[in-house]
């Protein structure tokens, strides 16, 4: 099955846009830590307390959703959400060990993986080539920086990046 970008571009930014309304619409007790508040070795938390059960789930239902309403597989849809998830939890992995704090800005970090895990991940199911993945990545990025801004002078989002 082919698909353009353009839909798998859409897929990724609900799974990316669920999440943070979820944590302005859900109390704080409907959303526990990925991580349990667990540490590693270097005393750091291993996500963070922003990645929630509740993002995870929302993140899926959204990304499911819209793939069915554009004529996608559920199953794909569920997994380019989870694989979107798939990247920002590297991000928040990797933002983590290297000290930064939740929510801190990682310009391309906070992008790219978000967008090529899922890309890559659904070449083969969607149809998708490189230039595609290479299109999706660099859109989502550029995208997700303006969203940001505008969600959090619409009062969506707490930080502006």
Same mark, same amino acid.
Request: charged share 15%.
């Given at each position: 099955?082919?698909?353009?970008?353009?839909?798998?571009?859409? &897929?990724?930014? #609900?799974?990316?846009?669920?999440?943070?309304?979820?944590?302005? !619409? +859900?109390? =704080? /007790?409907?959303?526990?830590?990925?991580? %349990? *508040?667990?540490?590693? =070795?270097?005393?750091?938390?291993?996500?963070?307390? /922003?990645?929630?059960? =509740? %993002?995870?789930?929302? @993140?899926? &239902?959204?990304? %499911?959703? !819209?793939?069915?309403? !554009? $004529?996608?597989? !559920?199953?794909?849809?569920?997994?380019? *959400?989870?694989? =979107?998830?798939?990247?920002?939890?590297? /991000?928040?992995?990797?933002?983590?060990?290297? $000290?930064?704090?939740?929510?801190?800005?990682?310009l391309g +970090?906070?992008?790219?993986?978000?967008?090529?895990?899922?890309?890559l991940g /659904?070449?083969? +199911?969607?149809?998708?080539?490189?230039?595609?993945? +290479?299109l999706v990545?660099? @859109?989502?990025?550029?995208?997700?920086? #303006?969203?940001?801004?505008? *969600?959090?002078?619409?009062?969506?989002?707490?930080?502006?990046?």
């Amino acid at each position: 099955m082919d698909t353009t970008p353009l839909v798998v571009l859409a &897929l990724i930014l #609900a799974a990316n846009g669920a999440p943070v309304l979820a944590a302005r !619409l +859900l109390p =704080a /007790s409907w959303r526990p830590p990925i991580d %349990g *508040g667990l540490r590693l =070795a270097d005393g750091r938390p291993l996500f963070g307390r /922003s990645k929630t059960w =509740a %993002g995870i789930l929302a @993140a899926l &239902l959204a990304s %499911g959703t !819209l793939a069915v309403l !554009l $004529g996608i597989d !559920l199953q794909n849809g569920l997994l380019l *959400g989870a694989l =979107a998830m798939a990247g920002d939890l590297f /991000s928040s992995f990797v933002k983590r060990r290297i $000290g930064l704090e939740p929510h801190a800005r990682a310009l391309g +970090l906070d992008q790219v993986p978000e967008a090529l895990f899922p890309s890559l991940g /659904s070449m083969p +199911l969607l149809g998708l080539d490189w230039a595609d993945v +290479l299109l999706v990545t660099l @859109a989502f990025a550029a995208l997700e920086l #303006a969203l940001s801004r505008l *969600g959090y002078r619409l009062g969506i989002r707490r930080h502006p990046y």
